[in-house]
């Protein structure tokens, strides 16, 4: 990167949101990046494969989150209840808001 590490500032092509075409046409040319980038999705890949085969049906998990993950925001009241209890319990202090416009 050009620019001065002392000042922390970057060349103007290498700024977030600037060059992004010029910073594509050197990552697509770096060939370590490229196979790092295959490995990775690949190997995140196989994991995702072979998490769903071990699990079996996946979309019946999924369908399960979703279910849970319903039930617990119709229910939130009596879930932050519950952890705000434990979390007194352990000397803890949960504090909550009167109103959200209260932040």
């Not at 910073?23 to 490995?39: I, M, P, Q, S, Y």
């Not at 279910?67 to 949960?94: C, E, P, W």
């Amino acid at each position: 990167m050009s620019g001065s590490a002392a000042t922390g500032t970057a060349h103007p092509d290498e700024r977030i949101g600037s060059g992004l075409k010029s910073r594509a046409k050197r990552a697509l040319g770096d060939e370590f990046l490229r196979k790092a980038v295959a490995f990775t999705t690949d190997k995140l890949r196989k994991g995702r494969l072979d998490a769903a085969d071990m699990l079996g049906d996946w979309e019946a998990w999924r369908e399960r989150a979703r279910a849970i993950r319903s039930h617990t925001i119709s229910h939130l009241d009596y879930y932050l209840g519950q952890f705000a209890d434990n979390v007194q319990k352990r000397g803890g202090h949960v504090y909550f808001a009167v109103t959200g416009a209260k932040r």
